[in-house]
């Protein structure tokens, strides 16, 4: 890890990040159905996150994507709550205190938009992940919050900001 940027996407980005989200999947061998994988904004992130109070982050590495993470209202939710939303990063990359920046990052933008609580769907497997999330001061819900359609992400937690 060389020069490390985290810095907003950009419409040149959307091939790189949906080419490092997939193989996050596929090399962790994560469920390809009822998660991040299968959404259809995948191959177009800067298109769903440039709308007003979203914003979405990739992490470059000498001009080389290697993750991202952003945030957005939460679907079907008419409470004030954004999602940490497809925060995902290559094996290259862990372990090296980027996964907190990025969440310091998208919970800064939070409360700079407004939000009173960010809300996140993970995988049981993601047990590094949560320990980040609980980290940041995330604690675990019982239940789902408005409904992002991925059912194979039953792990659900929440930050008042």
Not at 95 to 102: D, E, H, L, Y
Request: proline share 3%; hydrophobic share 35%; net charge negative.
């Amino acid at each position: 890890m060389n020069r490390i940027i985290i810095r907003e996407i950009q419409k040149n980005d959307n091939e790189q990040i949906a080419l490092v989200i997939r193989e996050v999947f596929v090399s962790d061998d994560y469920p390809k159905t009822g998660t991040a994988f299968a959404d259809k904004q995948l191959d177009f992130m800067f298109e769903t996150y440039d709308r007003p109070r979203a914003v979405y982050f990739v992490v470059e590495n000498d001009g080389k994507i290697v993750g991202g993470g952003g945030i957005s209202q939460l679907d079907n939710s008419t409470e004030n709550i954004c999602e940490l939303q497809k925060m995902y990063f290559l094996q290259e990359t862990r372990g090296k205190g980027i996964g907190s920046q990025m969440i310091q990052k998208c919970l800064e933008k939070a409360s700079e938009f407004g939000y009173e609580k960010c809300y996140l769907e993970t995988l049981p497997e993601m047990l590094t992940a949560q320990h980040l999330y609980k980290k940041a001061g995330f604690e675990y819900l019982c239940s789902p919050l408005g409904n992002t359609g991925h059912k194979t992400c039953p792990v659900w937690m929440i930050k008042n900001l």
